[in-house]
């Protein structure tokens, strides 16, 4: 399996732009994670889908961030507008399925957002 | 929830055994002990995870204690490639919330040639 896919890896834009991250999880997984990761604030949680449905976003800093997991195979993080302080590394993360006790995450390599 | 303390860094010879403790002194019953790590540039990487019994796997060993109020992940035989942050988790098997890894800022092993 290739893993967790994540696309673009890098993403340069000017503050005020629309920034889409794009993520295909493992084939058969149902459980998909969105996370961000800056140097402040360490690794969050942003945004879990679970069957394609999202199930906790409380993590999802403001309204100018939204999440769509529109099939099993492919799910999208958009920012609109970009602002300096969301750059970041985000990374992507899928799971067979959330048992007791919690399950193995599996993540991408991440995207890493620069806005100026 | 519950929360880990671990210390900030250690550092390990090559093909040496690296014994990387966590404290969870308030930890519940219901709660998993999970570790993670990641590697430079790249996304967190499962670990090992267990509940009350030491655990094994290709990776690592996981050794809880018998209150559960810490517990030391063991890397047999350090190789340069181990050197990475390594995350402590509690996932709490209840509320509903057990899909959530809390990464704190974790313990940065540097292994040395």
């Known amino acids: 399996d290739a893993g967790v896919i994540q696309s673009p890896r890098h993403e340069v834009t000017e503050m005020g732009q629309e920034v889409t991250l794009r993520c295909k999880p493992i084939?058969?997984?149902?459980?998909l994670f969105w996370y961000r990761q800056t140097m402040m604030r360490g690794l969050e949680l942003l945004i879990y889908?679970?069957?394609?449905?999202?199930?906790?976003d409380s993590g999802m800093p403001e309204d100018r961030f939204s999440a769509k997991m529109p099939n099993a195979s492919f799910s999208t993080l958009k920012i609109q507008p970009s602002e300096p302080r969301d750059s970041a590394v985000y990374f992507c993360?899928?799971?067979?399925?959330?048992?007791?006790?919690?399950?193995?995450?599996?993540f991408g390599p991440g995207t890493r957002l620069t806005v100026t | 929830d519950a929360k880990t303390t671990q210390p900030n860094s250690m550092e390990s010879n090559e093909e040496e055994p690296v014994h990387l403790p966590c404290n969870h002194s308030t930890i519940s019953g219901t709660d998993y002990i999970h570790w993670y790590r990641q590697l430079p540039s790249q996304g967190p990487e499962y670990v090992i995870h267990?509940?009350?019994s030491n655990v094994n796997n290709r990776m690592a060993s996981l050794a809880i204690a018998e209150d559960r109020k810490s517990s030391t992940l063991i890397l047999h035989r350090a190789t340069l490639r181990d050197a990475a942050v390594y995350y402590c988790?509690?996932?709490?098997?209840?509320?509903?919330?057990?899909?959530?890894?809390?990464f704190g800022k974790g313990t940065l092993l540097t292994v040395n040639p």
């Open positions: 267990g509940l009350t």
């Open positions: 084939s058969g997984h149902n459980s």
């Open positions: 988790i509690l996932i709490r098997n209840s509320g509903g919330s057990n899909y959530k890894l809390t």
């Open positions: 993360a899928s799971s067979l399925k959330v048992g007791t006790g919690g399950s193995e995450q599996y």
């Open positions: 889908f679970n069957n394609n449905v999202p199930i906790d």
